[in-house]
């Protein structure tokens, strides 16, 4: 644990549930229903080996169920975790209802095959679903000739990662090879009803197009997804799609949003553990990329610089292509909420690279 992890609280301590399992979370003093979520982990093939799914239970229709959030990456091995799940865990319940927090693979994956295997119907914001629609079709930047190209116009010269990139236009759809024919629109402050309680939906921006997190005021828990982690800052880039966007920017604005609910909430992270202490977790992301941006400024001071140019300087460990291009998308990102600000300048060079100094 570091040392800013030490400054929130955890009240599961160091329990997990483990895999084809789930871990009852109970919270919301005299809500008067219990248990609240479940909480079900799965891993993932990355650096970042897992994610956190939840488990509500329900009722549609006049029928009692589940609601999940979140579904993971499609393979045999998910399949099969959910499988166990649905096994031992459901309480002889079905699925109810599909609801993902946004479009990125570990998150809607396979959401449809679990809204096809239970006839469940999916909620998304409208941005994530048509942005994972096209993502499933081999057409947006998550890998391929295009993405190649941004990463190449912002110093990422080395032609071995380039022809590896270059080779990944199925990345998107080899992990979530298609998404459900229709949906159920979530927007900010739409308020869903599940299992007697009502859940406020909060949009977020800036890690994906239009980030839903869900927040139950009757038992102050906050389904967080990627928008408020506890001991990574969440990716924030710059895509091939909208090469000139300014995400950080929007990111910090929409984490400010969770600064009026309540200090004892406690947050369900897509990743890590769940805790208490959402006030200071938004202080410690501030300060983070306030530190990186700092950072930026002074090596943008001493000569012009790339994106690539940057990675030692915002990640001090070795990055494997994987991590990379994400790092590279974070440089970016940081890059242009100082461009658009005026304080560095951008210049397209002789060499076809991008490198800004200071204004």
Known sequence: ?????????????????????????RAGAGSGLAPAVKWVRMGLPFALNHINLWLLRDELGGRSGWTVVDCCITRDETKAQWEQ??????EGLPILRVIVTHMHPDHIGLAHWLCERWQAPLWISATDYYAARVGSMSTTGFGGAAAADFFASHGLTDPESIAKI????SYYPGMVPQVPPRFHRLQDGQ?????GRDWRCISGYGH?????????????????????????????????????????QAFLDSIDKFRQLPAETLVLPSHGKPFVGLQERIRQ???????????VMQACATAPRSAADLLPVLFKRKLDLHQTTFAMGESVAHLHALWFVGKLRREFCSDGVYRFTTA
């Open 85 to 90: 799940v649905f096994a031992t865990q459901l």
């Open 208 to 248: 994906a197009p239009e980030h839903i997190a869900l927040y139950c005021e009757a038992l102050e828990v906050l389904i967080s997804g990627d928008m408020m982690l506890p001991k990574i800052s969440t990716n924030v880039s710059v895509h091939d799609t909208e090469p000139e966007s300014n995400p950080l």
């Open 1 to 25: 644990m570091n040392s800013l992890e030490r400054l929130l609280y955890y009240p599961l301590g160091d329990a997990m549930p483990q895999q084809g399992e789930t871990l009852e979370v």
């Open 191 to 195: 308020v869903v009803r599940i299992g």
């Open 285 to 295: 992301l501030h300060e983070h990329h306030r530190d990186r941006l700092a950072e």
């Open 166 to 169: 270059r080779g990944r236009a």
